[in-house]
Nanobody, 127 residues
């Protein structure tokens, strides 16, 4: 079992920045690939960014490439999502997720592949 707790959401103007953080506890953090997803009402949960167990492989959704950066610190059991140049369409609840994968460099973009989820944090971008 692993517990994930997100923080750092809030209200920001378009063009601004936010940094989300996810703290993990309960199991060996480096055993998990980590991902960030987002969801708006009435829509499917959408992959945003993912990072492999060691951090050697990173994948971004096309919609956030060049604006968002994911990073993990296995010593501190945390994964962060730095979001720059925010747009109104980035408004969503953002979720941290952990994938108990046995493959060191695997990053999956499919929500069903993730085993644990945080409670989510709201990000609202105003114009």
């Amino acid at each position: 079992q692993v517990q994930l707790v997100e923080s750092g959401g809030g209200l920001v103007q378009a063009g601004g920045s936010l940094r989300l953080s996810c703290a993990a506890s309960g199991r060996t953090f480096s055993s998990f690939a980590m991902g960030w997803f987002r969801q708006t009402p009435g829509k499917e949960r959408e992959f945003v960014a993912g990072i492999s167990r060691s951090g050697s492989r990173i994948v971004y959704a096309d919609s956030v490439k060049g604006r968002f950066t994911i990073a993990r610190d296995n010593a501190k059991n945390t994964v962060a999502l730095q979001m720059n140049s925010l747009k109104r369409e980035d408004t969503a609840v953002y979720y941290c997720a952990a994938d108990r994968t046995g493959v060191t460099v695997l990053v999956t973009t499919t929500p069903d592949d993730y085993d644990y989820w945080g409670q989510g944090t709201q990000v609202t971008v105003s114009s």
